[in-house]
């Protein structure tokens, strides 16, 4: 009876703890392994996030494209890591300073150029063009700027610090304009004004110039674009009285890109260009056999000229050899470039290669001649022509020996 | 007689025994039960914490000293709301912060967030050629509470960049 008595309270008693284990203990149990298994789901997540966003790496660079005749800037990106960057957005900033360049593509500031739709797969690399909108901007002038771009996973990746002076003179401004001030008068002030008008931009659009010295000479470059401009020259504020009638100037660029106020006004004139040629003054050439020899002409400008003359126009044509049958002659001649020459200077124009036939033994006379109006410039300040008006030749003896 | 009265002392001890062992146990799987679903709850919260957590990310994208902005923007899965940026020299020791709501950084990569000098405390005179220090806390906007900023303070996260 007794064992009876104290089963009933028993099996109750474990009914009751068999209820506690499966309704608070185990479930219980359950949470807190699925809450792990979630935390843990979430920080392998984050895990393989982070892995592959310190996998990813792009080159950022700024490169020059041509197209046709049309130049443009554009920003290189390469793909050199082992998964696949999506750029979101794009940063220019003035490296100097730590602060953002304006970038005026849509009309308003944008702080950053946003890009849709970009991808770059491990080893592609892509050209963004948008750069090239904000770069075109006279505001970058004498800046170092350094691109930021953005991926999508959060990484920032920049290129160099670029100097861009350079790269927008080439582009924003593509013609030079050179102002030139002859003869200033000792401590006066000079101020040259470029001002468009119409469409054109020049920068800078005032110079200064304070002369120190009396008839000092001073040129100044200024970055045009293509238009017409009113270029004035201000002495002590106002116009100088002998520069009546020649100041202000207008001009159309790039059919203009030289303006020369001379405060003297010197009533410049050509003078004629002197030829010299330099040859050797015998060659010796075997019986049937050939010879060759180098003849270098050279052009110089007299001492009494009043201006620079920028040489523009050697013509090969004025060079004639006579003496010799033209079976057993042959020359070709190589002009230089062209190239400004000052007031008793010389510089060689062109180097002109002669080849002689040796005939029977014996002397000829060659006869080497620069025609009149062979070598031709234009006077820097005046644009005068000059030229050689007269005809300089040469002799070369010929001596053919026997074979 | 005798065995009339050993049957009701036994009807009456099983039934006392019984009754007793069923109100402990009630009593013990209530206090149990209360534990479990407190311990549960508990569990959720942490874990929600914890995934909060590891969700938030944020990235200061650049740092304009000469106009005295900040652009961050969250790589995240979890929208963040910011609780304190500053901006001070390198090796010089942080100023002393205040946590208030400053702004909402929502979990994409479309537009960065800017903090302007209203929201980022700066140095009242920045020099760009010195290197700064640009610290942010933010916390997961599921765990966060507007109205006790501090409560789950913990979980936020820091991030120091290079200015």
């Known amino acids: 009876m007794h064992k009876s008595k104290s089963a009933v309270s028993a099996i109750v008693g474990g009914l009751i703890v068999l209820a506690i284990l499966f309704t608070t203990i185990i479930p219980l149990v359950i949470l807190l392994q699925n809450s792990y298994a979630i935390f843990l789901h979430e920080s392998n997540s984050r895990r393989i996030f982070d892995t592959d966003r310190s996998s990813e790496s792009m080159l950022v660079d700024l490169i020059v494209t041509t197209t046709g005749l049309i130049k443009n800037l554009k920003l290189f990106l390469t793909n050199d890591g082992p998964i696949t960057i999506n750029p979101v957005r794009i940063w220019i900033i003035d490296a100097n300073n730590q602060a953002i360049l304006p970038c005026s593509g849509s009309g308003g500031f944008t702080p950053y150029i946003a890009l849709t739709d970009i991808v770059l797969r491990p080893g592609e690399n892509k050209t963004i063009d948008e750069v090239s909108n904000c770069l075109m901007n006279p505001a970058l002038y004498n800046k170092v700027v350094q691109f930021l771009v953005v991926s999508e996973r959060g990484r920032i990746f920049s290129s160099m610090r670029i100097n861009i002076t350079s790269l927008l003179n080439e582009f924003v401004y593509p013609y030079t304009l050179t102002v030139s001030i002859i003869n200033m008068k000792r401590g006066r002030d000079y101020t040259v004004e470029v001002e468009p008008l119409g469409e054109g931009d020049a920068n800078p659009r005032k110079f200064t110039h304070k002369a120190t010295a009396s008839n000092e000479n001073v040129t100044v470059a200024v970055g045009t674009t293509a238009g017409t401009y009113k270029v004035t020259l201000l002495e002590n504020g106002v116009p100088p009285n002998e520069l009546n009638g020649y100041n202000p100037q207008i001009i159309n660029v790039p059919d203009t890109t030289a303006v020369i106020f001379n405060l003297k006004r010197v009533e410049y004139s050509a003078v004629p260009l002197e030829v010299i040629i330099d040859a050797p003054n015998k060659v010796f050439v075997t019986q049937g056999e050939e010879e060759a020899f180098d003849v270098r002409i050279y052009v110089q400008l007299p001492k009494t000229a009043l201006e620079p003359v920028e ?33 008793d200077d010389r510089k060689i124009t062109m180097t002109c290669t002669v080849e002689v036939k040796g005939a029977d033994p014996g002397q000829e006379k060659l006869i080497f001649t620069v025609k009149p109006e062979t070598i031709k410039g234009i006077g820097v300040y005046s644009g005068l022509t000059y030229s050689n008006t007269e005809e300089y030749s040469r002799d070369i003896v010929i001596k053919v020996r026997k074979k | 007689m005798r065995l009339a009265k050993l049957a009701v002392s036994y009807l009456i001890s ?32 942490e874990t929600n914490k914890g995934v909060a957590q590891q969700r938030s990310l944020l990235i200061v994208e650049f740092v304009d000293l000469q106009r005295k902005i900040v652009w961050v923007s969250n790589p995240g899965k979890v929208d963040l709301i910011l609780l304190s940026c500053i901006v001070y020299p390198k090796g010089s020791s942080p100023p002393s912060r205040d946590f208030i709501e400053l702004a909402k950084a929502e979990a994409s990569m479309n537009a960065p967030l800017e903090l302007d000098s209203s929201k980022c405390i700066f140095p009242s005179s920045l020099d760009p050629s010195r290197p700064y220090i640009v610290e942010i806390y933010a916390i997961a906007s599921t765990i966060y509470n507007p109205s006790n900023i501090m409560e789950n303070i913990q979980w936020a996260i820091l991030v120091r960049s290079d200015a």
């Open chain 1, 311 to 343: 040489i523009k126009f050697i013509d090969v044509g004025g060079i004639e050899l006579v003496g010799l049958p033209s079976g057993r002659i042959q020359h070709s001649c190589d002009p230089y470039g062209s190239f400004t020459i000052y007031p």
């Open chain 2, 14 to 45: 099983v039934a006392i025994m019984t009754a007793v062992t069923i109100a402990l146990g009630l009593f013990l799987w209530g206090i149990i039960g209360g534990w479990a679903g407190v311990s549960a709850l508990d569990i959720i919260e």
